[in-house]
């Protein structure tokens, strides 16, 4: 599987909510994981804001240096 946000080949299981949000663990890994490259994730969990989850989990709002929003589509499908 790609990361989601990048495209990269080694990814990791992100979760996208708190797990404690899903009331089992099978609806947790079913609609709460997302692919994303060790560096996504790494961005993705320690600087909230930077990269930005749509509800349909297929795009991404991904804040650059400059402070412009860019807007990405998924390179992979996922469910939701």
Do not use: Y
């Amino acid at each position: 599987m790609q990361c989601a946000v990048c495209g990269a080949s080694r990814t990791e299981e992100a979760h996208v909510r708190d797990k404690e949000d899903f009331g089992t663990e099978e609806d947790d890994r079913r609609c709460n994981i997302i692919p994303l490259c060790p560096s996504c994730h790494s961005i993705f969990d320690a600087k909230p804001g930077l990269i930005g989850i749509a509800p349909d989990k297929r795009t991404f709002f991904i804040l650059g240096d400059n402070g412009q929003v860019d807007i990405l589509q998924s390179k992979v499908s996922i469910a939701h």
